[in-house]
């Protein structure tokens, strides 16, 4: 059974340079710069996020869906600042099938440093070990090459192929779905 008490308060989760912590009103400029960057948002098959109303409407979902226990969306920040580099979690929680996708985000000028391996590591420790999941998927286009490595790189196998599964960006794309399977 999926540990519910999770939902009980936000978690705070630590790595070595990170705090991943709970996404906040104050992140959503940050947020509006990184989902208005067309490198952040080339495989990402969604509209930018141009306007700080777009933004603001993203984090207030993303606390209901805390509240909800759907998914936990986390900011990423570097330790002893304040201002998120990236977001990060797990999306979709299914509570009765303890699973969850996998998901995220981070700012052009973080990018090469293994931070985001450091984030998805701990994300993916934290839903196998204190959420209790039993899989964690992730979709992703299989021209990111970044993202396919991680995945890969982490025990993640691919269990699907969509080929022309969406149209973005002026043409189809496909799509890759892979899975990590815990206890």
Not at 12 to 24: C, P
Not at 66 to 93: P, S, W, Y
Request: charged share 30%; with cysteine; net charge negative.
């Amino acid at each position: 059974m999926v540990n519910e008490t999770v939902f009980d308060h936000f978690p705070k989760l630590t790595t070595r340079r990170l705090v991943l912590r709970d996404i906040e009103i104050e992140d959503a400029e940050a947020i509006m710069h990184m989902r208005s960057n067309k490198m952040i948002n080339r495989f990402i098959p969604r509209p930018e996020t141009i306007e700080l109303e777009s933004a603001i409407q993203l984090v207030d979902r993303t606390q209901k869906a805390f509240e909800h226990k759907q998914a936990i969306g986390f900011a990423g920040v570097l330790r002893g600042h304040h201002t998120i580099i990236g977001t990060c979690g797990l999306m979709n929680i299914e509570v009765e099938h303890r699973h969850a996708e996998i998901g995220g985000e981070m700012a052009t000028e973080y990018w090469g440093k293994g931070i985001a391996q450091e984030a998805f590591e701990e994300i993916v420790r934290f839903g196998l070990e204190d959420l209790r999941l039993h899989t964690i998927e992730a979709k992703v286009n299989p021209e990111n090459r970044g993202a396919v490595h991680l995945l890969e790189q982490r025990g993640f196998k691919r269990e699907g192929y969509f080929k022309d599964r969406g149209f973005f960006n002026g043409r189809y794309q496909d799509l890759a779905v892979y899975t990590l399977f815990g206890d």
